[in-house]
């Protein structure tokens, strides 16, 4: 099928916590839906199914709970009556972005998912309502060919949004298109957790994903693309990710994942929006990740000269690290439980120094969730305290394996180069109780691989 994903620079309020009237959020929200509506009908014009546009495309950002409140639609929760906003603009108030959501789907006739925030009333005597009696929620819609409302996703992983509330149980949501199946939905932090994102996908065996985002790039294990194809990999599905440009806040990185190819937008000089729009197969079979998952037992080593260990920050985690020297070599390093192995072969000698990483621990900033990490990373320098640090372009070529003893089934490859380009492992998977990922020749220098598993019962 064809899908379309657009990254979006978002027109911003210039005060997001200025108190404005309807009228004038509307007109904000107009401007970017104006561009929504150029884009809908060039990826339509594409040959495009679906289209998906990013997390607070339309409204933006930094706003305050009341400061939100007159840019929020009134949407009512999916399933409840079958709508189409566009045909039936009438049946609710404050509905005006969803009308023109709705408009932009049947006039292109293309399933439209998109992002917008939203309201809803609560009683006093619902334990979980706010105090203001409102539901404020960070949604995605999404709607048919038709314009008709097929399904609503409230964000439940929310990342410092003190505008929105959290739903008080995490929503699966999902919708059927008549071309791909069924396609899943959740919301940029979402993707890093098990609800709802890991148990929507395994509950429904789903294939695709539509995913919108508004992502802060972080290296070396965390940007919007690596982690993106990451999870396609990892679960063997389709994923059509959609984040904001905004390179002043290192927001930027959409794509079009299959587990065995990529179309990436990753840019970091220049502004303006990008439409990506690719033809990609319908995926079938079952997802990746095997469960079957026991103890683990340590290699034995003999006691030849070993490399020194150190420790370095990568990610705001206490890395222990090993540097990874000459031309090749075996290496070990280890955390807490967790050991990290690496075979090498440098294809390319260069003067650059690697390092081989572990972490096995609970990362506790922006976010808290548990981390079991093996990461090969180019440093940023030639001094050990220059391992971690973010890194954008090298030149080593290398030959590799990297296994660790992992103690979780939930294991994201990572291989990102030079550029913020992405590749792919010749192969990766469970063997003997150790996950591994194997690379002859990266296409370009490497700056990072791998494997990055979340241990979501220790969260």
Known sequence: YVAAVYEHESILSPNPTALVDRQSALELMGRNLDIYEQQAAAAARQGAQIIVFPEDGIHGFNFTRRSIYP??????????????PCRE?????????????????????????????TKQPCEHSDPHCPSD????????????????????????????????DAPPEPDYQLFDTPFAGKFG????????????????????????????????????????VEFQQAFATAFNINILAANIHHPTLGMTGSGIYTPVKSFIYHNMESYGGKLIV????????????????????????????????????????NFTFVPVWGEKGELQ????????????????????????????????????????????VKCGGLNFSTCGQE????TALMDFQLWGNMSTPYIFP?????????????????????????????????????????????D
């Open 391 to 394: 890194v954008t372009n090298a």
């Open 133 to 164: 009696g409102r539901y404020q929620f960070n949604t995605n819609v999404a709607l048919d060919d038709d314009g008709t409302l097929v399904a609503t996703y409230r964000k439940h992983n929310l990342y410092f949004e003190y505008a929105f």
């Open 414 to 458: 990572l291989l990102l180069t030079s550029g913020i380009t992405l590749d792919f492992a010749d192969h990766m998977g469970w063997k003997n109780n150790h996950y591994f990922m194997s690379k002859n020749r990266t296409s370009s220098g490497l700056l990072t691989a791998a494997l990055y598993g979340r241990w979501y019962e220790k």
């Open 89 to 117: 603009p009438y049946l609710f108030n404050d509905t005006e972005v969803l009308q023109r959501l709705s408009c932009m789907a049947l006039k292109n006739r293309i399933f439209l998912v998109a992002n917008l925030g």
């Open 278 to 317: 690719a033809e990609i197969p319908v995926i079938t079979t079952g997802y990746k990740i095997s469960l079957e998952k026991t103890c683990s037992r340590a290699s034995e080593k003999g006691s030849e000269q070993l490399p020194p260990t150190f420790y370095a920050e990568m990610m705001y985690d």
């Open 333 to 376: 390093v280890c955390a807490n439980t967790l050991c990290c192995y690496l075979n090498f072969q440098r294809v390319v000698l260069t003067d650059e120094l690697y390092a081989l990483g572990a972490f096995d621990g609970l990362h506790t900033v922006h976010g808290t969730y548990y981390v079991q990490a093996c990461a090969l």
């Open 185 to 224: 939905m959740f919301t940029c932090f979402d993707i890093l957790f098990f609800e709802p994102a890991v148990n929507l996908i395994r509950q429904y065996n789903l294939k695709q994903v539509v995913y919108p985002t508004a992502w802060m790039n972080q290296l070396p294990l965390l940007s919007a």
């Open 71 to 84: 840019y929020l639609d009134f949407v009512l929760h999916s399933g409840s009556v079958k709508w189409n």
